[in-house]
């Protein structure tokens, strides 16, 4: 058979390249073109997370379409100076690079962007200054907001990721830092527990007083959009962004709202599959295999991002997988118009259904902040990577403080596609109290395996209360049932309520609360006709 290897491409790289900012803090990064012709469009990646995060970069794809490629450290950051702070300088930096590489001999004056995650919002904070020669974005799970989305989500705090991603940020700079020659022994001394024991970290009280992180009071100090986060809002700016950009979302990442919402804010083509933040692409997450046309390269995802860049997209304005079905579907927008919102009740006796209740008992339920509901799947960034997506819940529902609403067997197949949402009609004994509430697939064989989650802090002793599930697409085959949990916890994807409404609580202060769910409560389903 003949080989289908492409022959070698010349490349030219220069390494640690000096990057002047406009403060005099130089920032450094590898840039890579091709050795003949020229001048080239750039595609510019930058990243905290030193150099083994360049590995993932396309940065073989990029030459062969005729890009030069720059991957450049953040501030504080691989070989970078300066001090990393989260978001800060971001916007700053960016541009000051796309005008470093608009001035090379080698440029053409066009640069793009691309990323996932913290890149991603790192080529949005720089799209918002507006830079000359910025051409388009490619900007894959990332949030909206850095409050709303990413630390809070609903006004609970986002712990297990903030825990997570802080405490390796942590150890990054302290590696850079030693480099610099600076003593880090104390730093070393308070972060590595943290890191080693990440389930015990986050049973720590007050939650403020988790140590190493050199931003976590910040974040924990600042539940409510105050002046921090705006300040941080600033550098994100949507109504600034002019450029195209194109949005890839994992139906089981953590900033599924986040690129919804920017793809809203901003237009161009959405892509989602059923991937979760640390396995983009692949053809499983979690305990499913969605099978191999579920992956990235089966779509050619990586050809069509470059093809975007470019300025040569052909493809769908809305790319999505329909789980269940398990295949891709082209459609013309985000949400689908064709979608019908249905509203299910959750009846007292734990029957889902599109009627309305007849009998107003309440189901009731204690939850003990001392024995959180754990969290089992979802869209989790956890230190453990295993706990994340579709898992079995039964263990779970098998709990005293877990509400459970099923529906009859179906007879036929349900798509739910679209946003989801909960409204409960609730009344708890606590001065605060979170409401939990979570989508879940019933197998025949028994398995309940979770799909979306969500939760809202509240400080109303009753009321009717909205718990965004984001969205999905799945489809509840003929044999399963649909299944809603309702809680009061999910840690440590998020921090405990310790019931007390007053911020600082230790554990003597958690108090256990007395739930009340009413049974004119119910989801909202986006259900797709068939």
Known sequence: MPKLDRPPLPVSVEHDV?????????????????????????????????????????????????????????????????????????????????????????????????????????????????????KAVVASMTPHDFHDGLKYHGGAFALGSALNWGAMQSLLGLLHAAEAGEDVGAGFAAVLPVLDDQDGAARTLPVGDIPGIPWWRDWTSHPERDAYWEELAETLRHDRIEVPVMHVAGWFDLFLGGTLENHRRLGGPLVIGPWSHLAPGAAGTGRLFFGAAASGQAIGLEQRQLAFLKGEDTGPAVKIFVMGDD??????????????????????????????PSAYEPATFTFDPRDPVPTVGGPTLLADPTNVGPQDQRDVERRPDVLCYSTEVLASDVEVTGPVSVTLHAETSAASTDWTAKLVDVYPDGRAMSVIDGIVRVSESSGTFAVDLVATSQVFKAGHRIRVEISSSNFPRFDRNPGTGRAGATEADLVVQHQKVFPDSYITLPIVPR
Not at 84 to 98: K, L, V
Not at 328 to 338: F, G, I, K, N, V
Not at 345 to 352: N, P, Q, R, T, V
């Open 18 to 134: 000096p990057m002047p900012m406009r403060d005099g803090t130089i920032l450094r990064g590898s840039v890579h073109r091709p050795a003949d012709g020229g001048p080239f469009p750039a595609l510019l990646m930058r990243t905290p997370y030193g150099e083994d995060s360049f590995r993932m970069a396309p940065v073989t794809p990029a030459l062969r379409v005729g890009f030069a490629v720059v991957l450049q450290h953040c501030r504080g950051r691989g070989s970078s100076d300066g001090e990393f702070r989260p978001w800060a300088d971001e916007g700053a930096d960016g541009h000051d690079t796309i005008a470093w590489i608009t001035s090379q001999p080698w440029s053409n004056g066009e640069v793009v962007m691309s990323g996932m995650s913290y890149l991603a919002g790192c080529a949005l904070q720089a799209a918002a200054t507006r830079p000359p020669g910025l």
């Open 327 to 356: 295949v891709w579907r082209d459609e013309e927008a985000w949400p689908l118009e064709r979608a019908v919102e249905t509203a299910y009740y959750l009846h007292a006796d734990g029957l889902l259904s599109p009627e309305p």
